[in-house]
């Protein structure tokens, strides 16, 4: 009914910078809710930022000043941008959807950021 479809990962040096992107199709209510969520191996999935469709953020304390997330509702499209990049950045990224009309959270296939020391 949703799908997720990420970009942008890849690998970059500690100090730099990337931008993920997702975009949303299917069955979407304007109301809603995208975000990112990251899991890095053996550790739990957690909260990297989400965004409203109104505008409101949220951001997990570790990325708090250093990443970014914004949204283009007409493209149903989400970005993260992620500058100061530590290695403890290195993660699956996973884009994240849930509207008004649903309690379950959807979820992309996930894309690998990697930052080498």
């Known amino acids: 009914q949703v799908q997720l479809v990420e970009s942008g990962g890849g690998l970059v040096q500690a100090g730099g910078s990337l931008r993920l992107s997702c975009v949303a199709s299917?069955?979407?209510?304007?109301?809603?809710?995208m975000g990112w969520y990251r899991q890095a191996p053996g550790k739990q999935r957690e909260l990297v930022a989400t965004i409203v469709s109104g505008g409101m953020t949220n951001y997990g304390d570790s990325v708090k000043g250093r990443f970014t997330i914004s949204r283009d509702n007409a493209k149903s499209t989400v970005y993260l941008q992620m500058n100061s990049l530590k290695p403890e950045d290195t993660a699956v990224y996973y884009c994240?959807?849930?509207?008004?009309?649903?309690?379950?959270?959807?979820w992309g296939q996930g894309t690998q950021v990697t930052v080498s020391s």
């Open positions: 299917g069955s979407i209510f304007s109301i809603n809710t």
């Open positions: 994240a959807f849930r509207d008004i009309m649903r309690t379950t959270w959807y």
